[in-house]
């Protein structure tokens, strides 16, 4: 009964072992990760929109405040920080409308989300959309995406 029980034993640690450390591994099956993102609804333009869609990517103050300005009626606006901070632009021309839905980064590439919309609904916005997001080190460039389809790629 001893030598059976010893067996037993003898068989059940190295298994268990294995299930031990398979257990306690991660294995990652994708590098995308999703990254904060909070739309500025507070800010205007300081030049008339373009007629197609322009995106931008914003890195420093000075650039964001030669072509940005707090609308009249903001109150309590989000104020990027740019230590810490980059701020992506979407210009629309005229009765065109999108929000921003979500951020991801996928290796190098900074993946921007939004969906177009009808203009006047509440959490849509026209001719501009600004939004910031968390800088990351490895980011390379930054992907627009509208609707499910890449539109456009800003090398940083």
């Known amino acids: 009964m001893k030598n059976k029980m010893k067996r037993y034993f003898l068989f059940q640690i190295p298994l268990f072992c294995i299930f031990l450390f398979s257990a306690c591994s991660t294995v990652t099956t994708t590098g995308i990760k999703r990254v904060g993102l909070v739309p ?5 333009l300081k030049q008339p929109p373009a007629s197609d869609t322009v995106f931008k990517v914003i890195n ?15 109150t309590n606006a989000i104020v990027p ?3 810490g901070q980059t701020v ?10 999108v929000q921003f839905d979500h951020a991801e980064i996928d290796g190098n590439t ?4 939004a969906i177009s919309c009808a203009p006047g609904n509440q959490n ?7 939004a910031t997001t968390p800088k990351s080190g490895n980011v390379k460039t930054v992907q627009f995406i509208i609707n499910g389809v890449s539109r456009f790629y800003v090398d940083l």
């Open 40 to 44: 500025l609804h507070s800010y205007t």
């Open 124 to 130: 849509c916005v026209t001719n501009l959309a600004l």
């Open 81 to 83: 920080d740019f230590n």
């Open 110 to 113: 900074m993946n921007v989300y």
């Open 88 to 97: 992506v632009a979407i210009i629309l021309p005229a009765l065109s409308a």
């Open 60 to 74: 420093s103050k000075d650039v964001f405040d030669a072509n940005y300005a707090l609308s009249a009626t903001a």
